[in-house]
């Protein structure tokens, strides 16, 4: 069983930047992908990002907009979220997720196992 703790979030200015972190114990991380959701209040989880396995892919969502980078250190058992020119509506709990979607990378049911989350405040 692999156990998935984010890191990273906290209060963040309109336009400052955060990098987020997700560290995976229990399990090797680099046969996996690894993908962030987020989920605002009183919204549904919404895809965020995604990297594969191998020959590291990444994907976005299309309103990231080339401001967040995804990025793994399999060395580390780590995926990361950076997060640039966030904006208010950015504030949301920010969840880490692995597994193997395949094509499905933006369906939170595609993918296995979840960490607890972490919150990010857009807010000055």
């Known amino acids: 069983q692999v156990r998935l703790v984010e890191s990273g979030g906290g209060l963040v200015e309109p336009g400052g930047s955060v990098t987020l972190s997700c560290t995976a114990s229990g399990r090797s991380f680099s046969n996996y992908a690894g993908g962030w959701f987020r989920q605002a209040p009183g919204k549904e989880r919404e895809f965020v990002a995604t990297?594969?396995?191998?020959?590291?892919?990444?994907y976005y969502a299309q309103w990231v907009k080339g401001r967040f980078t995804i990025s793994r250190d399999n060395a580390k058992n780590t995926v990361y979220l950076q997060m640039n020119s966030l904006k208010p509506d950015g504030t949301a709990v920010y969840y880490c997720?692995?597994?193997?979607?395949?094509?499905?990378?933006?369906?939170?049911?595609?993918?296995?196992?979840w960490g607890q989350g972490t919150q990010v405040t857009v807010s000055s």
């Open positions: 990297i594969s396995s191998s020959r590291p892919n990444r």
């Open positions: 997720a692995s597994g193997r979607p395949g094509p499905q990378v933006v369906e939170t049911g595609a993918y296995g196992s």
